[in-house]
C-alpha cells in the first residue's frame, strides 16, 4: 500500500476547499485505469490532485476540479469501486456516472468506458448516448452533455471515450484504423458545427498511422491535435508521452515514459474562441514534466510544478501507483452569460436636460479566471425615447461595464424608452436583452403678469394719500398654461427697487395652476404729492430638476401720491361730513382717534376742529 506524504494530504485538503464552490469552465480528463489493477489509495489522492492543477507549465491560469472524467478499461466489476473513488476524491462537489454500458466481451477486451460529470456545470442528454463499435471485441461510448445555465444547443458538447486495439503489428494498426473510421463516420453524422471532444487510449505509435490519418481527414468532425501533427516520439516530445509512470511491469504495464497513446482532439468549431471553447495551450499530461524519457516518472526528481519540487515528486510517487497511464487534461472556456441592469425610471426632467441612462453589462459566468470564459462583447442600444448605440466588453460579474444612453428630452411627454443589449458570441445566455425606462419631460414654466396670455412685462398703478405710512402693493404671478406636462415656477427673488419703494416678500416656491402674490410697499411717509414709479426685475425659474432654466420678468410700480389727508377725515373717505361728525361724537369723552387736538379727551376743541374742516 503506497503511504502519502504529508504534503500530498495538506495539499489536498486544499485542493478540495478552492474547488468547492461551482465554476462555469470545463476541465476535461481521461485517464486509463487499467482494469483499476493499481493501487486505490494512490488512484484516489491522484484523482485529488487533478483538481489543484494550475497548468503552471502550460496556459497557467487556474486550477478547478474536473467537470467530465472519462475512463478507459473499466469492467462491469470494477465500476462500483471506480464510482466510490470518484466520489471520494472531490468531497462536496456533485458528481454522477453517465451512461454506462459493457458486456461480456468488452470486459474480457480489456473494458469499457466510463464517465463521470459534475451536476452542478453540465447535465447528460441520455438520449445522445451511442455504443460505436471499434475492432478487438471494443466499443467506444458517445456522451451530449449539456451546459448548465445554458440554453443555446451551441452550449452542448459530445464526448467520445476510446479504447483502440493495442500493439504494434500492422494487423493491430488496420484495427485501430478500422476504429476511427466508425469514430468519424458516427460524429461526422452529427452534422456540420458540432462541438466534438474525443479522448481515450489511441495506442497509436507515431503521426504516420492510417488512424490517425482518418482522425484528423477533412469533414464535418476532422479532427484538430492540440499539439499539432508533427511526429511526438522520441525524447524532445517526452513532454506529450502518457505511458508508462512505470519502469518495471507486473500486474501494470511497465517501459518508463515514452509513448502518447492517451489522446484528446477536437473539433474545429472547439478551436474557433467563439463561445465553447478549447483553451489553447491547456491540453497536458498530468505529473509530466517533460525530462523522464524512458524512465519512471519518479525517478530522481520531478519538476511538475517548478516551485514545488516536494509536490511534484509525490504526486509522481501517485503516478507511479496509481495506474500505467497518466491522465490527460484539457481546459474549455465555456460562453458568457449576460446579465444587463438599468434604472426602471429616470424620473422627471424638464425639456433640454442632459439626462444620462446607466445601463450596466456584466458577464455573470462563474469563474476562477478571466481565461475561461469567452469575452462578452455586446452593442447597447437606445430607442423610443433613449438614445446612443456603443460596443463594449463586458466585464465579469461582479463588475460591470456601464454604457450612458440619453433621454431624448426635446418635448414634453411620457418616455417610454428602451435600451437593448446584444450580442453576437456564440452560445451566449441571455443573448438579447431589452430593459425599458420610463419617465416623464415637462415643458418649462411660464412666468406672467396675467392668467389670459403670456405677459412678460407690465405696470401696477395705485393712488395713496401722503403721510398713510407704509402702503403694501399685492400682485399676482400666474405660471401660465400649467398642466401635467409643464414645469412648476418659483419666484426666486426681486431687485431693482429703492426707497420709497421696497421688496416685502418676492419668494413663492412651486406657482402651479393657482397664481403666486407678490408683495411689494411704498412708505408713504413725507412723501410730497405726485407720481411715483420704479422697475423691480423678478427672477423666476422652473423648479428643482433637471433641465430647470431661469427667466426674468419685469413689473413697474406706479404710485400718485395725493396732498396729505386732512385729520378730521376720521373714516379716511376723502371727505369731512355727518359720518365723521358721528364717529366723534360716539367717542365723546374717551381718548379716541377722533381726538384732534392730542389732549387725551375727545370734546369741544376737537369738535371745532372738525367742523372747520367741514365739506
Known sequence: MLMLTKTVLALSAVVLAVTSAASAQVRIVNYNLAKLAGDPTALRATLAEIAFDDGANFVGAFAVAPTVLMFQEIRNADIAELDTHVFAAYPGIPYARGTFTTSGTEDSASGAQAMYYRTDKVTEIVSGHADIATGASRNSDRWLLSLNGYTSTAARFYVFSSHLKASNTSADAATRNTGAIALRANADALGAGQNVIFVGDYNLYGNDEAAYATMTAPGNAQCIDPFGTGNWTGVANAIKHSQSPRDVSGTLVGGGVDDRFDFQFVTSELRDMDGLSFIVGSCHTFGNDGDHYNLAINAGTNSYYPGDIATSNAIADLLFAASDHMPVISDFQVPPIMTVTAPTTFGTVIVGAVVPVAIAVSNSASVVSPIAVDALTATVTGSTGLTGTQAITAALAPSATTVNLAVNTAAAGVVNGTATTTTTVEATQNPTIVRNVTGTVLAHARASWSAKSLVTTTTVTSTQAAN?????????????????????????????????????????????????????????????????????????????????????????????????????????????????????LNQWGTNGTADLDHDSLVGGSDLAILLNAWG
Open 468 to 584: 398713510t405710512g407704509v402702503i403694501e402693493i399685492p400682485v399676482s404671478l400666474h405660471n401660465f398654461g400649467y398642466g401635467a406636462l409643464q414645469a412648476k415656477l418659483d419666484s426666486d427673488s426681486a431687485s431693482g427697487l429703492t426707497a420709497p419703494f421696497a421688496v416685502v416678500d418676492a419668494t413663492e416656491l412651486n406657482i402651479a395652476g393657482t397664481p403666486a402674490t407678490l408683495r411689494f410697499s411704498i412708505n408713504t411717509t413725507g412723501l410730497a404729492a405726485g407720481v411715483y414709479s420704479q422697475t423691480a426685475v423678478v427672477q423666476t425659474s422652473d423648479e428643482n430638476l433637471a433641465g430647470a432654466t431661469n427667466v426674468v420678468r419685469s413689473i413697474t410700480l406706479t404710485v400718485t401720491i395725493s396732498s396729505a389727508a386732512e385729520p378730521a377725515d376720521l373714516n379716511n373717505d376723502g371727505h369731512v361730513d355727518g359720518a365723521d361728525l358721528a364717529m366723534l
